[in-house]
């Protein structure tokens, strides 16, 4: 994927955190695309900065391979909450994020950022025992995994986020980023999180890693194997020159 150009598919762009994401990455050259659920969020989306909006449910196949059509890259902020209604079957954390990551295999896209969660695999220690437990029970960690496993056996080059505790608080610019499973234990904004997941796009050090992050607020006791990754800045394109290549791109979709 070129750096500054394609288009992007934010899936969960409705969520708490994939709305921060939408924000970050609506100022960037990218088209984005924002896949919802909901029918009724297209105008919410579009005024966050979403050049195209596609409703479709992850869990089913098809509306996955539609989403992810002609995606250069893919950010996946999409989860459940962990409750009574999360032991129902398939979840979008495991069934819905491996749909989107065959999909995007097969249609050729070359970027998968993916939000995860610390408790997974080997971060299983970075978790409080009384969390994973309700988080186990419910099938969130395991579908989480699942959909780690699927995304590293791709060719997709991949970022996998691990974020701590998440909270709605502003983002405080101050991530601490662990790799290597117990690596780090608190909780993280999701603005925070989100500003991770945006600049891990553009980002080469983050391909094809796992990284564990907090707030250097929320960090709770011990921090191993903390990484220092060389952000690379949001590109910024010229708002005029930003927007006419919008158009040509609107404009050649229309003409096929």
Do not use: C, Y
């Not at 195209?52 to 909450?81: F, I, K, M, Y």
């Not at 988080?135 to 991949?158: F, Q």
């Not at 890693?209 to 949001?234: H, M």
Request: negative net charge; without cysteine; charged residues 30%.
């Amino acid at each position: 994927m070129a750096r500054n150009r394609g288009r992007v598919l934010l899936a969960g762009a409705t969520g708490r955190t994939g709305r921060h994401v939408l924000d970050a990455l609506a100022e960037t050259p990218l088209v984005v695309r924002a896949l919802t659920r909901d029918a009724d969020a297209e105008s919410e989306l579009r005024a966050r900065g979403a050049d195209e909006v596609v409703v479709g449910d992850l869990l089913d196949p098809d509306d996955a391979r539609q989403a992810v059509l002609d995606a250069d890259a893919v950010v996946s902020a999409v989860g459940v909450s962990a409750g009574l209604e999360t032991i129902r079957g398939d979840l979008v954390d495991g069934a819905g994020v491996v749909n989107l990551v065959d999909a995007a295999t097969a249609s050729g896209a070359q970027r998968f950022v993916l939000t995860s969660s610390i408790g997974v695999g080997d971060s299983k220690g970075g978790l409080p025992l009384s969390l994973r437990a309700l988080l186990t029970a419910a099938g969130v960690l395991s579908a989480k995994e699942r959909s780690e496993n699927r995304l590293r056996d791709t060719p997709l080059d991949h970022t996998i986020v691990r974020p701590g505790a998440l909270t709605d608080g502003p983002a405080t610019g101050d991530v601490v980023v662990g790799e290597g499973g117990d690596s780090v234990r608190g909780s993280i904004p999701r603005a925070d999180v989100a500003n991770v997941l945006a600049h891990s796009l553009f980002t080469r050090e983050t391909e094809n890693r796992t990284f564990e992050v907090v707030s250097r607020p929320g960090l709770r006791k011990r921090a191993d194997n903390v990484v220092d990754i060389d952000w690379t800045p949001l590109p910024r394109a010229e708002a005029a020159g930003d927007e006419s290549e919008r158009e040509r791109e609107r404009e050649r979709e229309l003409a096929e």
